[in-house]
T-cell receptor, first 112, second 113 residues
Framework: DQQVKQNSPSLSVQEGRISILNCDYT??????FLWYKKYPAEGPTFLIS?????DKNEDGRFTVFLNKSAKHLSLHIVPSQPGDSAVYFC???????????FGTGTRLKVLA | NAGVTQTPKFRVLKTGQSMTLLCAQD?????MYWYRQDPGMGLRLIHY???????AKGEVPDGYNVSRLKKQNFLLGLESAAPSQTSVYFC????????????FGPGTRLLVL
């Protein structure tokens, strides 16, 4: 049973346009969410996080939105750049746990 | 500052062989984790440690053992490798309790024939 789902395995976007990556979760106990970016042959690197007390968090070109009632979060990248081409994982955890549950990832390709 | 390093980067094993993957971190992190990544499966937690001398099972612990004898090192052992353990293995560490960011190593690609 996949508690964190990324239903789009891949996404292609033109350079300069907005990229929207989606993530759904089923466990209502999750209250902290992160996005990681992964380039080939490298480990995932932290991108941005959001706590359930917020519905939006911004960091430069990256914004994460959280809709708790829908158990849905999304990552917006504006404007998209070719260097953003990577696999993006969302991850979720509940308070009092040390563990994150990761989604299956979405491969983003930004076309020049 | 090397962050999280993993040894080896790539290994080929025959079924039944054993090996140990080494993870080292120089950030003085208390928590360390071993994940495996398989196509279409995302990252799955194998074992984790919340401090020196402690270990705990994650989602997919069968066929693996771990040890955390020193705070900076977390070892993942395969006693008798199976083809189902062909995967990319990532180690991660985080600073303290709570919902801290995890920092990942570059991964070890393991092929079991």
């Amino acid at each position: 049973d996949q508690q964190v789902k990324q239903n789009s395995p891949s996404l292609s976007v033109q350079e300069g346009r907005i990229s929207i990556l989606n993530c759904d979760y089923t466990n209502s106990m999750f209250d902290y969410f992160l996005w990681y970016k992964k380039y080939p042959a490298e480990g995932p690197t932290f991108l941005i996080s959001i706590s359930s007390i917020k519905d939006k968090n911004e960091d430069g070109r990256f914004t994460v939105f959280l809709n708790k009632s829908a158990k849905h979060l999304s990552l917006h990248i504006v404007p998209s750049q070719p260097g953003d081409s990577a696999v993006y994982f969302c991850a979720a955890s509940g308070s009092g746990t040390y563990k994150y549950i990761f989604g299956t990832g979405t491969r983003l390709k930004v076309l020049a | 500052n090397a962050g999280v390093t993993q040894t080896p980067k790539f290994r080929v094993l025959k079924t039944g062989q054993s090996m140990t993957l080494l993870c080292a971190q120089d950030m003085n992190h208390e928590y360390m984790y071993w994940y495996r990544q398989d196509p279409g499966m995302g990252l799955r937690l194998i074992h984790y440690s919340v401090g020196e001398g402690t270990t705990a099972k994650g989602e997919v612990p069968d066929g693996y053992n771990v040890s955390r004898l020193k705070k900076q090192n977390f070892l993942l052992g395969l006693e008798s490798a199976a083809p189902s353990q062909t995967s990319v293995y990532f180690c991660a560490s985080s600073y303290s309790s709570g919902q801290e960011t995890q920092y990942f190593g570059p991964g070890t690609r393991l092929l079991v024939l």
